[in-house]
């Protein structure tokens, strides 16, 4: 029996199929980077989530007053470290205590952030952290002051009876960015918000996890 020859492609089938392939990429990629971009947010947001919850439970078995103090990178805040801190009611302010023994900075996932500004970490207690990785920071104020200097660093804090301190009964809502969109466009809307609850500290994604 006779066999025939492959026949080879054309150049206008070989140019049909390229541009096939270049369509079908120029449609993938971006898809592609968006769902990687969103499962960082989504991770950041779980990060922090899980230190919520460590948080409040060191706050109400220590009965101390526990904090999520955040360290500052460029225009955002990058990760942050469980503290103890004094409370003094005739002033109304924190004092910062000491790092929790065996709670180490937690990072941010390369590339996303919280952006500064105090309606990005909803009403929290205000005060300066120090150096993060410090382990005899001396003692530092943690006010309730809307008023934030470059040394200042927000933080979330946590009453021994479990319930969110400094908000005044207000939820805190933590948003997250793409550290690159944000810095080309400020205008760029934070993903994912967690809401706390100020009375039980229960959290809540107020978008759908991606």
């Given amino acids: 029996m006779r066999k025939h020859a492959a026949r080879p492609f054309t ?7 390229m541009g096939v392939m270049i369509l079908i990429a120029a449609i993938a990629v971006p898809a592609y980077s968006s769902l990687f971009s969103g499962r960082k947010t989504t991770l950041a947001a779980n990060k922090l989530n899980g230190a919520v919850m460590e948080a ?7 009965k101390q007053y526990s904090a999520l103090i955040f360290g500052k990178e460029g225009n955002g805040y990058t990760n942050f470290r469980l503290a103890e801190v004094y409370y003094s009611p005739s002033k109304n302010t924190y004092a910062w205590r000491r790092w929790v023994p065996g709670a180490s900075i937690v990072l941010l996932p390369e590339n996303t952030m919280i952006p500064t500004g105090n309606e990005n970490l909803g009403t929290t207690a205000k005060g300066v952290s120090g150096t993060m990785g410090s382990a005899d920071l001396p003692e530092v104020t943690l006010s309730t002051n809307s008023g934030m200097s470059e040394s200042e660093a927000p933080a979330i804090v946590f009453k021994p009876n479990g319930q969110l301190a400094g908000t005044r ?4 809502v933590v948003r997250f960015v793409e550290t690159n969109r944000y810095e080309a466009n400020r205008s760029v809307t934070p993903k994912l918000p967690l809401n706390i609850n100020w009375l039980t500290c229960k959290t809540k994604f107020l978008d759908p996890v991606q």
């Fill in 11 to 17: 150049l206008i089938e070989l140019i049909v199929v």
């Fill in 169 to 172: 009964e207000k939820n805190v």
């Fill in 56 to 62: 409040r439970a060191h706050a109400v078995t220590s």
